[in-house]
Nanobody, 124 residues
Framework: VQLQASGGGLAQSGGSLRLSCVGS????????VGWFRQAPGKEREWVAC????????RYSASVKGRFTVSRDDAKNAALLEMNNLQPEDAAVYYC??????????????????WGRGTQVTVSS
């Protein structure tokens, strides 16, 4: 499956953005989807994930309560709704697909397919 992340841009502190990860070449609903981000000079970090059935949704401590991950199988897509954005959320955001029907992983190595990333900038 090929992945394309979009929806990044500039938001004010406290604002919102919605990222989309669209799959092609295969059905994204067959895969767990993870979201990761990488800020300049930092390691890439896991943000959130959802299993194929959405029975499992997990969030990193830094975004829990502010970000929501979901799926739109009709559009072969996964979404990351980001609310109350803070300057520390600024990064390139990546979506990734891997195995996981009732669980989703926070490890990069568990995701086989990766999108190119979309830039999120947050002004204070």
């Amino acid at each position: 499956v090929q992945l394309q992340a979009s929806g990044g841009g500039l938001a004010q502190s406290g604002g919102s953005l919605r990222l989309s990860c669209v799959g092609s070449g295969s059905t994204l609903y067959s895969y767990a989807v993870g979201w990761f981000r990488q800020a300049p000079g930092k390691e890439r970090e896991w943000v959130a994930c959802t299993s194929t059935t959405e029975s499992a949704k997990r969030y990193s401590a830094s975004v829990k309560g502010r970000f929501t991950v979901s799926r739109d199988d009709a559009k072969n897509a996964a979404l990351l709704e980001m609310n109350n954005l803070q300057p520390e959320d600024a990064a390139v955001y990546y979506c990734a697909a891997g195995a996981g029907h009732f669980y989703c992983s926070d490890l990069e190595s568990d995701y086989k397919y990766w999108g190119r990333g979309t830039q999120v900038t947050v002004s204070s």
